[in-house]
């Protein structure tokens, strides 16, 4: 299995902050990686597939990018909406696997 | 829009079978993988498998021999089997469309809201 790392697991920021959050896979996968955004009791929310395309309605503050085993999730302006947790996911081979998470605070 | 709607129930008891379903709305059910995901608070997201429209599945290997996915095209809707279940299958699990770029790459695009489903006498 392909085995996602994300860090920080936690970070607190404030509103208008630069926020960037990293996932790293155990192997090298390409750019079959997805980002997803999930508020307490509701379901991820899909922002990014392929490493760096946008979804379709997601705020151009979202962008991300890299490929083989390092990938980096930014938000460039952090708005009240976005505080949330932040996971990765590959789907370059099965069993798909997620990162545990990064738990973005209010600072 | 394309609306996920999972249900049953919430209660199983342990070595009986999990039994799930998903109604998909708002499009064509045609072309796209659907998944069963779960997430607990000690294990995070865990992709359970999907079932492709026409039929073919693909499972976690952790939990192939106990899950069985299936399609109902007539019905826009997909099934999850879990059978000889235990407190770790205690979860929330989602229902999730899977939508592919030209290059493979599948993504979950839509999102069930989520059941959870305990495992208890």
Redo the contacts between chains.
Sequence with gaps: DIQMTQSPSSLSASVGDRVTISCRASQSMS??L?W?QQKPG?????LI??ASTL?NGVPSRFSASGSGTDFTLTISSLQPEDFATY?C?Q??S????????TRVQIK | QVQLQGSGPGLVKPSETLSLSCAVSGGSISGYYYNWIRQTPGK????VGYVYHSGGT?Y???LKSRVTISVDTSKNQFSLKMNSVTAADTAVY?C?RGGR?L?G?????Y????MLVTVSS
């Design positions: 750019s079959y997805n997803y509701k379901a991820p929310k899909l597939y392929a979804h996971s996911q789907t370059y099965a069993p798909f696997t997620f990162g545990g998470g | 995070g997201l865990e992709w693909n976690n290997p952790s989602y999730a770029t290059f790459l599948i993504y979950f695009d999102w069930g809201p989520g």
